[in-house]
């Protein structure tokens, strides 16, 4: 009984997202709605100069996640310490041994921990909370149902992890702090020169280049890791979903819904927390062998 | 742009229908790697377990971290095959 009435809440969570699909304009076009989800429009319009700083839907996701890892930060963590730990501080407490033990322990080194804990857990939480906010159908989209006389955007998932701008900025953070502790660490010469490893002088011409490519390869696979793990999960649930409009046949939900479930639990369950621990714990790992170099 | 990217059986372009086979077989190839890798880090990791029980919590983070980085193999391969979708 409990399991069939969980599986129907996670039937109810999923198929709104069917409600996104607005009518497809021509036929060729039938699968233009999923990648209308990640069109970005300007709520509201906000430039200075040359940049852009308007306020659109993965702002306001950005905006939600950063509020909801406060309170997850003051709710779980500022609890009172007692003999009998309760069940918030036992969760509180579970957050930071995997943020103590599992990510920061493993990459920085033990003079380090003190300085550069709170900005992988930080990161940890944040990014887990992002990525959690973009499976939960929220009221934030760019589309508009008409319920009563009252004007509501629909309900759709999307996670601001799913952009590439986010990624990359959370990527750029641990690229700077990177490279500033490993400079304010070891100085400069002696940092640079461990980015190159021992090698025949010969062969100097060629490594070089590619330690320099590494280094900024590094900012590449960290922030189009998460990025594409959110966008292809998100891309996943709502071509399955998308089917049944773009098919045109009923009969499909039998099979597509299902799917469609499996996917969002999967990714619900596994790849949110494990992106939002693979993103701070490889920060961490950069960080500490930048102030510790190999050799 | 890439609004005609997921149900391409309705293009009649011949190009577009080139570059969806393209998408496709690399997305293929890329997860086929990927999975040879991941099925190899749970494979490892079911054998590590199975002789020293006791060293499981300590591999687990070794393995989640083995898994995501094999893992986003085929995801660049998604983000390359769609930029060559849209730019090329």
Not at chain 1, 280 to 286: E, R
Request: proline share 4%; aromatic share 10%.
């Amino acid at each position: 009984m409990k399991r069939l009435l969980s599986a129907l809440l996670l039937a109810a969570l999923v198929l709104p997202t069917s409600a996104l699909a607005a009518e497809p304009a021509t036929k060729e076009d039938k699968g233009a709605f999923i990648s209308e989800e990640w069109e970005l429009h300007e709520w509201v319009p906000i430039h200075l100069g040359p940049l852009n700083l308007s306020i659109n839907k993965a702002v306001a996701y950005l905006l939600l996640g950063a509020l909801c890892s406060c309170l997850i930060g003051i709710l779980l963590m500022r609890v009172k310490l007692g003999r009998g730990p309760t069940r918030r501080q036992a969760v509180g407490e579970t957050i930071y041994e995997v943020a103590q033990v599992q990510v920061a322990e493993q990459g920085l080194p033990t003079k380090a921990i003190g300085r550069w804990f709170p900005y992988v857990a930080t990161l940890m939480i944040f990014i887990w909370t992002v990525n959690m906010l973009g499976f939960i159908p929220l009221p934030l989209s760019d589309e508009k149902v008409t319920i009563a006389g009252v004007e509501l955007p629909t309900l759709a998932i999307f996670a601001a992890t799913s952009t590439l701008s986010v990624t990359l900025a959370l990527a750029l953070m641990t690229f700077v702090f990177t490279h500033v502790e490993g400079i304010r660490a070891n100085g400069a010469w002696r940092y640079f020169k461990s980015w190159i490893p021992e090698v025949p002088k010969v062969m100097l011409p060629l490594i070089i280049p590619l330690e320099i490519l590494g280094q900024f390869m590094r900012l590449i696979s960290l922030s189009v890791r998460l990025y594409a793990n959110m966008l292809a999960g998100h891309m996943l649930i709502l071509t399955f979903v998308g089917l049944i409009i773009v098919l045109e046949n009923v009969f499909l939900a039998i099979v597509a819904v299902p799917a469609a479930a499996l996917f969002y639990l999967f990714e619900v369950v596994i790849v949110v927390s494990i992106q939002a621990y693979i993103f701070a714990a490889l920060s961490a790992i950069y960080i500490g062998s930048a102030i510790e170099p190999e050799h | 742009m890439l609004s005609s990217f997921f149900f391409l059986a309705a293009a009649e372009d011949g190009a577009d229908a080139g570059k969806a086979i393209a998408l496709a077989l690399g997305i293929g190839l890329g997860s086929l790697g990927a999975g040879i890798g991941i099925g190899n880090i749970f494979g490892s990791m079911i054998q590590a377990v199975a002789r020293q029980p006791e060293l499981r919590g300590e591999l687990t983070g070794i393995q989640w971290l083995g898994f995501a980085l094999t893992e986003a193999v085929v995801f660049y391969g998604l983000i390359g095959g769609l930029l060559a979708y849209v730019l090329v």
